[in-house]
């Protein structure tokens, strides 16, 4: 039995501490912001002391956003390029209803704890008071008309920098009466700029080798933002550090709240664990059959990341090199990061479906099953639909809560918590992106290596082609050398059969033995 047993000796454990030397730093920060903060707050900092400690962490999310848009151009462009548009389109069908389907199985998730738990009660509303939120006029037909507006831009720098949205103006001495006007506001379009992407990337593929220097100049581009990335991983540490301490001393009344709301808290964060640990690997084994752990201790840096930004986007470059690691076929992981970044919202269904139904029984409102399935698919389409709605989570529990007559103003309640909550939901999303990827790989891979067949065929027939080019240049070199033309007296040229003579004659010096003795000849 021992035999067996793997040896360990120091130069192994050497290896293991320089291999996951980053994964440790970048835990080690994160434990030490939890630890700091905790710590930092009895001794009631001012407001300038925390914004100094969060400088840091506000330096390094910049650097991430930095990232994030050359990244998904480059990534789209290059990836897009290496498929043809047949296979495109059928990577681009699986990873929306993956997406789809797994932002639905976790609502139901949070659906089936939530009534399990029963974490509201009257009781509580009565120790929180009532809330302040505003009602607003949502309509989700628009945000579906939103998102259609943004997938399909009419400018493209545009995009880069601002976002369509349907604002609803009130109509003076009408009341409860609003006209819609299209209005655009700050933040990059990222759903344009992947949909320009992708086409443009498509349609480079298709050119074949007249546009090979272009997908070759984005590839030195993607290669370029990724070693950048990889230089910033090393101050990950202290940037994630510094946002987590700095959140946790900008907290008021942390220990009432988690107190009051903490049933609330045990309830979202089971729902999310749950699915991460049960049912994302469940997924992966059944498709991809590896296992499932070791995959997601791969994605482990991108998943502190995640957690201490609170950005799916903001993590999307250090997923990408998590990816890769994992022997993800960078053409699909190019193709499904950026998109998921984007539309894939699962850990947030399963927020808004715990969060809806606790301010339900918070205020006694009694729910049936229709309203349940009411919740569970509004809080999926919900989720797609505002994909470029900035603050997504308010959006969506507004949506959810007007479809089963709840009252929205008791969602800052929940606000106080949300900073921490937020940031678990968000190591969902990320995550789904990454097992997204994988799945989708793994549906795709005989299409992949059929496309990698048919390139090898036609490498090895235009290679055919240029040998018997050069063969028959070569032949036509050798037939010059037999016959050259010679022009004449009168101008004509006519070609002449070229003679080699081979003089069979002595050298000199044989010829001078030769006259000083007549003998030897």
């Known amino acids: 039995m021992k035999k067996n047993l793997p040896s360990i000796t120091m130069d192994g454990v050497k290896a293991w501490f320089r291999e996951n030397m980053l994964l440790l730093l970048t835990f080690t920060g994160v434990l030490s912001g939890f630890v700091l903060g905790t710590f930092l707050r009895a001794l009631e900092l001012s407001p300038e002391t925390i914004l100094l400690i969060a400088y840091p962490g506000e330096l390094f999310m910049r650097l991430l956003k930095l990232m994030i848009l050359p990244l998904i151009i480059a990534s789209l462009i290059t990836g897009a390029a290496g498929l043809n548009a047949k296979m495109n389109g059928m990577i681009a069908l699986r990873t929306i209803v993956f997406f789809i ?139 994630i550090s510094s946002v987590i301490c700095a959140k946790i001393l900008g907290v008021a009344n942390l220990g009432s709240m988690m107190s009051q709301l903490g049933l609330f808290l045990i309830t979202v964060c089971s729902g999310i664990f749950i699915y991460q640990f049960t049912f994302l690997q469940a997924i992966y084994f059944i498709f991809v059959r590896k296992n499932p752990f070791k995959f997601w201790w791969g994605l482990f840096q991108a998943w502190m990341t995640a957690f201490a930004t609170a950005s799916t986007a903001a993590a999307l470059p250090i997923t990408f090199r998590c990816v890769e690691k994992n022997n993800v076929d960078p053409r699909i992981s190019k193709f499904v990061l950026p998109i998921g970044a984007t539309v894939n919202m699962d850990g947030t269904a399963l927020f808004v479906t715990v969060a809806s139904i606790f301010i339900a029984q918070m205020n006694d409102i009694p729910l049936n099953a229709g309203d349940y399935a009411t919740v569970v698919l509004t809080s999926t389409a919900a989720s797609i639909a505002s994909a470029s709605v900035p603050s997504a989570a308010l959006v969506l529990m507004l949506i959810v809560l007007q479809a089963i007559d709840a009252p929205v103003q008791d969602v800052s309640l929940l606000w106080a918590i949300d900073w921490f909550v937020d940031r678990c939901r968000t190591t969902n999303n990320m995550l789904g992106d990454a097992y997204g990827a994988a799945v989708v790989a793994a549906l795709s891979k005989k299409e992949l290596q059929a496309m990698d067949q048919l390139n090898e065929k036609n490498m090895e027939y235009e290679k055919q082609i240029s040998m018997a080019t050069n063969d028959i240049s070569e032949e036509e070199s050798l037939i010059g050398l037999c016959k050259s033309p010679s022009v004449t007296s009168n101008g004509s040229r006519v070609e002449v059969p070229e003679e080699i003579i081979v003089e069979n004659s002595m050298d000199e010096e044989d010829e001078e033995l030769t006259a000083l003795n007549p003998s030897l000849a």
């Open 101 to 239: 389907a797994t932002s639905l199985l976790s609502a139901c998730v949070g659906l089936v704890l939530v009534i399990a738990l029963h974490p509201g009660n009257p009781e509580t509303k009565t120790l929180l008071g009532s809330g302040t939120t505003i009602d607003k006029k949502i309509d989700i037909m628009d945000n579906f008309l939103d998102l259609g507006r943004n997938l399909i831009p009419d400018n493209l720098f545009k995009a880069a920098f601002q976002t369509a949205g349907t604002k609803y103006v009130p109509v003076p001495e009408k009341f409860e009466e609003f006209t819609k006007n299209l209005s655009y506001r700050s933040g990059t379009n990222t759903l344009g700029i992947i949909f320009f992407c992708l086409t443009f990337g498509t349609v480079l593929g298709s050119l074949g080798k007249k546009a090979q220097l272009v997908v070759e100049f984005f590839k030195i581009i993607d290669e370029a933002i990724m070693k950048m990335v990889n230089a910033i991983m090393w101050i990950s540490p202290i940037g």
